[in-house]
């Protein structure tokens, strides 16, 4: 009869011991199922990150043209400017043709006094 016993308790811990690696197996098995899905979704979004990183490359590069073409568009707006200044300054020591004319009249009417 202790030997009967016996049998049955090894049996029982047996069977809770398979019970037990089954459960483990189950739960292993899960948690490989979740480290998979996140693996995936980390890829995904790795891709995701890599095509932006190129799209904000490509608008980076067409910013440092653009601040180039501004920068070479305020030198010539400054060389525009002194050109500007040189010409009004020009302007002011001349005369026009009405006030010239007017001048040209006196003065001849003047050598004719003499």
Known sequence: MKQVKKLKTKEKKETGIRDEIRSLGVMIEHV????SLVAE???DIKKTLDSHTKILDSHTETLDSHTEMIGSMKMDIEVIKADLAFIKGGLK???DVEEF???ERRVALLERHR
């Open 32 to 35: 490989d199922t979740q480290v």
């Open 101 to 103: 004319s007017v001048l």
């Open 41 to 43: 979704q980390y890829g």
């Open 93 to 95: 020591r001349k005369i």
